[in-house]
T-cell receptor
């Protein structure tokens, strides 16, 4: 059974800092990995999808990498802004479902 | 930009009552999903639906749950006899490859 872990549970950084959010998973037999953003009480916004054959994907200030063999993914956020404050979830995809981590709640201080 | 929509945004019901949660997936998507998130916990997969049938379901998705695509645009989740522990945020998603989530329906069972 796939287990997805995100540590730490919360992170606070000053504005402008570059940061890395980590995600680990136990079963490397995945089709893809997806990173989401969730604002309090809201739905999930897809940020990046990495297919299993890919190593990384980039969108604006975000870059996500995937290392299936070690069961790890990272989300790199460049030049963080207060508007980046949210919970970031990673989820592995296999067959027809996503398995989620609990998320990392990021606070970017002005 | 196309998006997944869900109604209602908040539903309050009494224990033992039936509820139907509604979703309109993105129009050219082929796969449809329901997930739930109990307050403070991970997002959990319930069921996936493709080609007018269930393709996968979790152990949470017992006989009290059912899904339907009644008219080619809507996708519904029915809970026949709600329990207190069904209180959660329910998310609908749709995909071709990348899963896009709706804003959720907050279900409160009293």
């Amino acid at each position: 059974k796939q287990e997805v872990t995100q540590i730490p549970a919360a992170l606070s950084v000053p504005e402008g800092e570059n940061l890395v959010l980590n995600c680990s998973f136990t079963d490397s037999a995945i089709y893809n990995l997806q990173w989401f953003r969730q604002d309090p009480g809201k739905g999930l916004t897809s940020l990046l999808l990495i297919q299993s054959s890919q190593r990384e994907q980039t969108s604006g200030r975000l870059n996500a990498s995937l290392d299936k063999s070690s069961g790890r993914s990272t989300l790199y956020i460049a030049a963080s802004q207060p508007g980046d404050s949210a919970t970031y979830l990673c989820a592995t995809g296999a067959n027809s479902k996503l398995t989620f981590g609990k998320g990392i709640t990021l606070s970017v201080r002005p | 930009e196309p998006e997944v929509t869900q109604t209602p945004s908040h539903q309050v019901t009494q224990m033992g009552q039936e509820v139907i949660l509604r979703c309109v997936p993105i129009s050219n998507h082929l796969y449809f999903y329901w997930y739930r998130q109990i307050l403070g916990q991970k997002v959990e997969f319930l069921v996936s639906f493709y080609n007018n049938e269930i393709s996968e379901k979790s152990e949470i998705f017992d006989d009290q749950f059912s899904v339907e695509r009644p008219d080619g645009s809507n996708f519904t989740l029915k809970i026949r006899s709600t329990k207190l522990e069904d209180s959660a945020m329910y998310f609908c998603a749709s995909s071709v490859f990348e899963q896009y989530f709706g804003p959720g329906t907050r279900l409160t069972v009293t």
